[in-house]
C-alpha cells in the first residue's frame, strides 16, 4: 500500500483530482476578496505595453473556475495568416490544485482559439484543440508580463500565482497571513486566511475597488 501511495505522490495527473480544501487543523478568521471585474483593466494596460501580441485580456470567476479571455494579434498566429483570420479569440479555464505557503497553483482545464466573425464550422476552433504550442505561447506571454508574480511550472499548464509578493508590499503583514484556501465565483476571487494582525493596510495599499477584508465573529465575517 505505501508503494501505491509514493506513486499517487509522484503522479503529475493528481492535480485533476486535488482540491483546495482547508489545510489540517487550520481555520480561517478572514476572507480577502479580489474584484476581477477592476482588476482586469489594468492587467489588460500592463500586458499590452510589453506585448503588442495580446491585443486584450480579461480575467474572470465563474463555478470555481478562474477565465482568461482575450484576443490576440492573427499575425503571429500561421494559420490564421493563411485563412486571412482578422482576430482571434481565445479563452482558457483553469482551476485551483492547492495553497501552500501562499502559493496558488493553477492548472489550466480547457483552452479554445476562434475566428470571431464565424459562427459554425470554424475551423480555427477544431484545430485549436491540438495546438499546444499557440496555448503555450499565450500563457508564457501573459506570466512574462508580471515575473514577481506569476511562474511556469515543468508540469504542462501549471501557473504558480506568488500571493506573499503582495503581502510583502505591507511589512506589517510581511509573513503573518496563512492563505488556507480560495473560492472563485462571480469574478470575484475569496481568500480565506489565518491572520493574528490587521488586514487593512493591505486594502488601504492596493484599494477598496480592488481589495475587500472581512473578519469572522462568532462564525459570520463583517
Known sequence: MMFFKELWELNPLKLFFDTTQALPGISSNSKI?????????????????????????RVGSHKEKL????????????????????????????KIVS????????????????NTRK??????RIISRF??????????TIVDGFPEVLRLTPIVGEVLFNLNYFLNQVPSLAGKIQVVNADLHN???????????????LMDMLGPQYVKVTYRESGKYY
Not at 77 to 92: D, G, N, Q, T, V
Not at 194 to 200: D, F, G, P, Q
Open 33 to 57: 476578496i479580489i474584484f476581477l471585474a477592476n482588476v482586469s483593466p489594468l492587467l489588460h494596460q500592463k500586458i499590452s505595453k510589453k506585448r503588442s501580441y495580446i491585443s486584450e485580456l
Open 67 to 94: 477565465i482568461l479571455e482575450g484576443e490576440v494579434n492573427p499575425n503571429a498566429y500561421l494559420l490564421a495568416r493563411i485563412l486571412k483570420i482578422r482576430r482571434i479569440h481565445f479563452k482558457a479555464r483553469l
Open 131 to 140: 495546438d499546444p504550442i499557440h496555448k503555450k505561447k499565450i500563457l508564457k
Open 119 to 124: 459562427k459554425k464550422w470554424d475551423i480555427l
Open 187 to 201: 469574478d470575484r476571487v475569496v481568500f480565506h486566511a489565518r491572520s493574528n494582525v490587521i488586514l487593512k493596510p
Open 99 to 114: 495553497i501552500e505557503q501562499n502559493i496558488v497553483r493553477f492548472q489550466f482545464i480547457s483552452y479554445s482559439l476562434d
